[in-house]
């Protein structure tokens, strides 16, 4: 056996060594980005429920400040009373 056929072995042996680990590197890097995926999925749909829900809120809270309004503006038309903060 000479130095040059060791070598060769040595490197063979290297490549498929290499080639196997990368395998099983890949398979599990694939596995953790799918879970990552996932859980940034379950993140993005509990902000979109949160988001739609500050919204509605918004939106009524918007509605019922209109009426409030209405609500002084006869209270002060029909009974002569002003109704503000203090």
């Known amino acids: 056996m000479?130095?040059?056929?060791?070598?060769k072995k040595l490197d063979d042996?290297?490549?498929i060594i290499v080639t196997a680990v990368d395998g099983v590197l890949d398979k599990r890097l694939g596995k953790?980005?799918?879970?990552?995926?996932k859980k940034i999925d379950g993140v993005k749909n509990s902000i979109?429920?949160?988001?739609?829900k500050q919204e509605?809120?918004?939106?009524?809270?918007t509605?019922?400040?209109e009426e409030m309004k209405q609500v002084k503006s006869v209270i002060k038309?029909?009974?002569g009373v002003e109704i503000r903060a203090i």
């Open 13 to 15: 042996h290297a490549k």
């Open 63 to 65: 509605i019922m400040k």
């Open 56 to 61: 509605g809120f918004k939106q009524e809270f």
């Open 48 to 52: 979109d429920g949160y988001v739609g």
């Open 77 to 79: 038309e029909k009974l």
């Open 32 to 37: 953790m980005e799918e879970r990552l995926d």
């Open 2 to 7: 000479t130095k040059k056929y060791l070598d």
